[in-house]
């Protein structure tokens, strides 16, 4: 069934002029399909639909992650763009290291959109 099918991220946001420039520009993705009711950027073989509604920000829990090599040299480029990485003390078998949470052989760093939509990246197992 879906098990080979891609997934595609959906995302509710305020602003999408901020979106634009958040998803575009300071994460890199590739602005794809516009439609009247959002945009999709493109991310590896799926992507991020963003879409304006006044429930944008109300999820508490991460949206989206995103597997990298690196989480350290991932989440220093994405500081050099502005973004700010979240803390989350008291996790069980975690410990930081900047703004990296290590768990074991995962390593992951959590940040949010404009929206305060929660977003993260991860190497290790996903």
Known sequence: MLKNSDVCVTIAV????????????VLGLEKGMETPGGTFYTSGSGGVFVYPTQFAGT??????????????????????KGVTFEHYEGMPQTT??????????????????????ILNIVSGEM
Request: hydrophobic share 40%.
């Open 14 to 25: 305020k602003d999408m002029a901020a979106a634009d420039e958040f998803y575009g520009n």
């Open 96 to 117: 930081i290291e900047g703004d990296v949470h290590v768990m074991g052989d995962t390593k992951s760093a959590w940040f949010k959109d404009p929206d305060g939509n």
């Open 59 to 80: 999820n508490q829990a991460t949206y989206a992650a995103w597997r990298v090599d690196d989480v350290a040299a991932e989440a220093e480029e994405l500081k050099g």
